[in-house]
């Protein structure tokens, strides 16, 4: 099983060499927002949309490895790809870091949730419960994949930072699945986390390439999609915690400044607020990389 996350590293790596050279020939650059910190003004023109490359070898080899009783995650790890997708073409043409408005955003990812859950609920998960118990479970659902895709694209905003924790948060399922013997679920934990190891080798420590909102957001809704289908829901929010301290960092911070006039956070999401504290943007990657992997031990332990 070892031997997938190798294949899709080593698939993963190749594809996304050339692609980065198209991106560039087609001047995909990334838009760096004006209140990010000064220093990431010069990370403006990276090339963007990188995760075109790890979603083709996870749909791929997933198509080709992994069980058909999984392939609702594929699909909900397309809706929001080719929701990304979209945002981040708008976020080219108009030359700044807005592409979708927030509300446009949160309507198509809840109705993409809507109709994963709907369609698992009358496939027969959860249909043994009350009815009022199938409609708690629907919308617990729904908040799972949309808060999971918004964590994960909120914590996408330094080298590497998303890309190596989701690495890290992946092979914590595959140790939980290994554990449950959901062997199908743990091969599209390996498939995936190869997939974005092949991505981080041009993320980290300086990124040649970004995996743009096509990338984040996907990847976000397979997490979600994949403790869903498994029934480890609440393993995203051990496994799953950095993505979950990053989203909590900012709702804080709006919560606090609308309500009370003051900031909690120097600059939110959290990982901003260790920059703005001195520390390198390596170091703080390396800091949550490190909180990460202690989180998936945990939740393997804890299985």
Request: aromatic residues 12%; hydrophobic residues 60%; positive net charge.
């Amino acid at each position: 099983m070892y031997y997938l996350f190798a294949m899709a590293a080593a698939l993963s790596a190749l594809l996304t060499g050339p692609l980065l050279f198209v991106l560039r020939r087609i001047n995909a650059g990334q838009i760096i927002r004006e209140e990010g910190p000064p220093e990431h003004k010069k990370k403006s023109g990276t090339p963007t949309m990188g995760g075109l490359g790890f979603l083709a070898i996870i749909f791929s080899l997933a198509l080709l490895f992994v069980d058909f009783k999984y392939l609702p995650i594929l699909l909900i790890t397309s809706g929001y790809a080719l929701l990304g997708f979209v945002d981040d073409i708008l976020k080219l043409i108009n030359h700044r870091n807005l592409g979708l408005t927030f509300w446009q955003k949160i309507i198509v990812q809840t109705l993409l949730a809507a109709i994963l859950s709907l369609y698992l609920l009358c496939g027969g998960m959860g249909l043994d419960l009350p009815a009022g118990r199938q409609v708690m479970t629907f919308g617990f659902w729904i908040f799972l994949i949309v808060g999971s895709a918004n964590a994960t694209n909120l914590t996408d905003g330094l080298d590497g930072l998303l890309s190596g924790t989701m690495i890290l948060a992946l092979l914590g399922f595959a140790g939980v699945y290994f554990k449950n013997a959901q062997m199908g679920a743990m091969a599209l934990c390996f498939i995936s986390a190869g997939a974005v190891f092949g991505f981080l080798l041009f993320n980290f420590p300086k990124a040649r390439l970004f995996m743009g909102d096509v990338g984040s957001l996907s990847l976000g809704a397979l997490l979600a999609g994949m403790a869903i289908i498994t029934r480890h829901e609440w393993f995203l929010a051990v496994i799953g915690g950095v993505f979950l301290l990053e989203a909590l960092s900012v709702i804080i911070q709006v919560f606090s400044f609308k309500f009370f006039g003051k900031r909690v956070f120097k600059m939110a999401p959290l990982h901003h607020h260790f920059e703005l504290l001195g520390l390198s943007e390596t170091v703080v990657v390396l800091i949550f990389w490190l909180a990460q992997l202690i989180l998936s031990i945990i939740g393997v332990w804890i299985a």
